[in-house]
């Protein structure tokens, strides 16, 4: 899938891979971020995050409802524990919207962004789950065919085209990171 942004996450929210769009689309949370780039992570310690969601409170709040359902889902996964703590040692509204107890499954949703290179997109996405890999759903983004957003996602994959060199120089750059442990 090359016209369309394509996310892969895990239930934690690690970013597992993506395709070039889904990494321009994205940009700002791996930007200063080593692997894995986590969205909670970006939303809730990362100022530019809100910036980067037009509705940010409505974001950061389904990333808690997403992460109390993987803490339910798997609750001896220590890597989600001590996410679930770091955020809520770090982040005041994290500790406050965890303590509410909102449990969600997000399949699909409109997702709306200020890029710093092509403006606002106003995107739907579908999240499916893998069937080969259990506990990683792949997030695929769509715009209105003809509208801004679209228009919008046409000039993201006509920049990461013309910037092709550095996006294989960063992904180079994170494997080589990931591979060191850093």
Known sequence: MSTVPVYVQNGRLDCVTM???????????????????????????????????????????????????????????????????????RSELFAKLWSSHDVREHRVGTKSVHHPVVGRLDLTFEAMELAGDAGLYM??????????????????????????EQVTDMSRAETRDSADGK
């Open 19 to 89: 395709n070039k769009l889904g990494r321009a689309l994205f940009s700002e949370m791996f930007r200063d971020t080593r692997p894995p780039a986590n969205a909670a992570r970006f939303t809730f310690l990362d100022p530019r995050s809100q910036d980067f969601y037009v509705d940010w409170e409505a974001n950061a709040r389904q990333i808690v409802a997403v992460l109390r359902r993987e803490s339910g889902r798997n609750p001896y996964d220590r890597n989600t524990s001590d996410l679930v703590g770091e955020l809520s040692t």
């Open 139 to 164: 997030l695929v983004f769509s715009a209105v065919p003809g509208s801004p957003s679209a228009d919008g996602l046409a000039l993201l994959s006509s920049w990461i085209a013309t910037d092709d």
